[in-house]
């Protein structure tokens, strides 16, 4: 069973009398726990497949399953409702909010969910397992680019969601640090079961990925396991 | 726990936002305390000739002094239960002093009176003078604070002025009792037997008179009772009787009075309150004005809060909750300022007859606090609408 299922999804939007086609038809399934890499060119349409997977866009057409739950039928508030349990976030420039500091960053999420009482725990677990147990208390200003990306994961995975989506991850560090959050996506994925997107122009980082989906002008050009080059079915 | 970090974000501008409320509020509280003053005073005057119906000397007859045989015949009047005389001077004869109520008034009136009157006279010290008993005075709370008087001491009725003539006269009182506080007129009156007034009104009549008339048989005023719980409207009635079967007398009607006492509270409230409102909206409007900031600054706040799961009315709720506790500490401020000055001037700083200027009161205390949160709520409804209905999309990726 798909744990996330686009079905001709598609957005346009209108820009005076000139339509722009920024999904166009798109279909694809992404099983539990797999690791993509959504590569392509500025304007390939990969942000705004993001947005649709987070809910945080309406399709104009098409339908979108997120464990097996049509989003197109679903309101404003659920939409919320699904993206604080199913979906999280992780973006280029981290987005963490200076007044609060590395725990409060990761239970910021759980604000939003009702039964949140383990929140705690698990936010501390997970600070625990992206490196940052000793750098708990401190505010984001206080954090390397690298350690406020960790924060930003852990926060994306303390509601315990089935998809992760991340926005170039790895945009705003160095290579080396790159690595180092790449290899904890990786753990994370392998541990956790959990489905992890990933938009990025690194040619590197996209190859660390298993599947790699390739976006032209709103289409998907290729799908294929990487080092297998076996066209995903 | 956030909401207060957002708003100790920026120092200074929140400081500037609370004092704009503080400000209101703080306007808001003494001038209401003002006017709360003024009207517990008023409210007396209500109660006092909403109960009773005064007995005066007719129009156009200069000396305000009738015959006490009237009381007589008001008596016969259908719906009178009671009439009493009464005779009232001016305690500080020749002094000018501004006073916001009653000056210090001498009031010779009949034990018995007590028991028909709205307003309940209650003791602190001493008891009720003796109706037989010559040479006694009650006095209200702010007299007896304005002369240091207690039960025991003597006080001389009419005092003297600096500047009195050779011929002044008065006469020493022995203090058997003092009121509690009533807020309006008797805390200001020294309460005399009527032959005590009677003589006081003899004192006070020209040398050229003074031994043709015999003071016992005249009285300045005659208050008439019906039995308890009259209405208004029957006590109109009954002065309209008065004034038709008893000549020499005009009775005038309470609905008049308790009219005029009403409209002149209204327009004082209304004058006094205003003001107060007007420095509130000010504040108001420099709430908005801060919550569209921090609204401007916070959109990738918003947009991240939508991300994670936050909906349209939990964005909507965090910045009404920072308006309205911007709102509840301004609110708390200028009522702790006002009521701070409120204190220091009615202990400190009393008017010159003793008497208080403010009062606080428990509406004025839920006025004060509520409106100012109130304010702040509404203040914060346009600002968190905007927030609320931000496109995530947008609000992410704006720099």
Redesign the interface.
């Known amino acids: 069973m798909a744990n996330v299922r686009l079905v001709d999804l598609t957005k346009h939007y209108k820009r005076g009398s000139e339509v722009i086609r920024a999904l166009d038809g798109v279909t694809l399934d992404i099983e539990k726990g797999e690791f993509i890499a959504v590569v392509g060119r500025s304007g390939s349409g990969k942000t705004t497949m993001l947005?649709l997977l987070?809910l945080?866009?309406k399709p104009t057409s098409g339908s979108l399953f997120i464990d097996d739950i049509d989003t197109a039928k679903l309101g404003?508030?659920e939409r919320?409702?699904m993206?604080?349990?199913r979906v999280?976030?992780v973006?280029q420039e981290y987005?963490l909010?200076s007044?609060?500091n590395v725990l409060?960053n990761v239970m910021?999420?759980l604000?939003?969910?009702k039964n949140g009482k383990d929140g705690r725990a698990r936010a501390n677990e997970l600070i625990d397992r992206v490196g940052l147990s000793d750098r708990i208390k401190h505010r984001p200003a206080e954090l390397s680019g690298g350690q406020m990306q960790r924060v930003a994961i852990a926060?994306s995975m303390v509601?315990a969601p089935s998809l992760i989506l991340l926005d170039e991850p790895t945009g705003a560090v160095d290579t080396e640090t790159a690595q180092q959050l790449v290899d904890l996506l990786k753990r994370l994925n392998r541990e956790d079961q959990v489905t992890i997107l990933l938009v990025t122009h690194d040619v590197d980082i996209a190859g660390e990925a298993r599947r790699q989906i390739r976006l032209k002008d709103g289409k998907v050009l290729t799908d294929e396991r990487v080092g297998e080059g076996i066209p995903v079915a | 726990m956030?909401t207060i970090?957002?708003i100790t974000?920026h120092k200074l501008r929140s400081f500037l936002t609370i004092s704009g409320i503080t400000i209101g509020v703080l306007a808001l509280t003494t001038l209401g305390a003002f006017a709360e003053n003024f009207n517990a005073l008023l409210d007396g005057g209500v109660a006092y000739f909403g109960s009773s119906i005064q007995v005066g000397a007719p129009d156009g007859q200069s000396a305000p002094i009738i015959p006490i045989s009237k009381i007589d015949e008001i008596k016969k009047v259908e719906g009178v239960a009671a009439a009493f005389p009464g005779y009232s001077f001016t305690a500080k004869p020749g002094q000018l002093s501004f006073s916001f109520g009653v000056g210090d008034t001498i009031q010779a009136s009949d034990p018995a009176e007590a028991d028909y009157g709205a307003i309940r006279l209650t003791y602190a010290q001493g008891h009720a003078i003796d109706a037989g008993s010559q040479g006694q005075v009650v006095l209200g709370t702010t007299i007896a604070k304005e002369f240091n008087k207690r039960v025991g001491d003597s006080i001389d009725l009419p005092v003297k002025p600096p500047d009195a003539k050779p011929d002044f006269v008065n006469h020493s009182f022995k203090v058997v009792g003092i009121l509690n506080r009533t807020r309006t007129a008797p805390d200001n009156f020294a309460y005399i037997n009527i032959a005590d007034g009677q003589m006081l009104l003899q004192d006070s009549l020209p040398d050229a008179i003074k031994s043709s008339i015999d003071v016992s048989q005249i009285t300045q005023g005659i208050a008439v009772y019906a039995k308890p719980g009259t209405s208004l409207a029957e006590l109109d009635k009954i002065a309209d009787r008065i004034n038709g079967q008893v000549p020499g007398v005009k009775a005038i009607r309470p609905s008049t009075l308790v009219d005029a006492f009403k409209q002149f509270g209204t327009f004082f409230t209304g004058i006094t309150t205003a003001a107060a409102f007007i420095a509130l909206v000010v504040g108001g409007l420099s709430v908005i004005n801060t919550m569209f900031m921090a609204v401007a600054e916070r959109v990738?706040?918003i947009?991240?809060?939508?991300?994670?799961?936050?909906?349209?009315?939990?964005i909507l709720s965090e910045f009404l909750i920072e308006a309205t506790l911007i709102g509840l500490l301004g609110g708390l401020l200028g009522y702790g300022l006002g009521v701070a000055i409120v204190v220091i001037r009615n202990v400190f700083f009393p008017a010159a007859d003793g008497s208080t200027l403010f009062l606080i009161t428990p509406t004025l205390t839920a006025i004060a606090i509520g409106f100012a949160t109130v304010l702040g709520a509404a203040a914060g409804v346009l600002p968190a609408w905007r927030a609320a209905r931000l496109d995530?999309?947008i609000a992410?990726r704006n720099e």
């Open positions: 947005d987070g945080l866009l404003d508030s919320a409702r993206r604080a349990h999280g976030f973006f987005n909010l007044g609060l409060e910021l999420p604000r939003y969910v926060r509601n | 956030e970090r957002n974000r990738r706040e947009g991240l809060k939508k991300a994670v799961g936050a909906t349209t009315s939990d995530p999309v992410l």
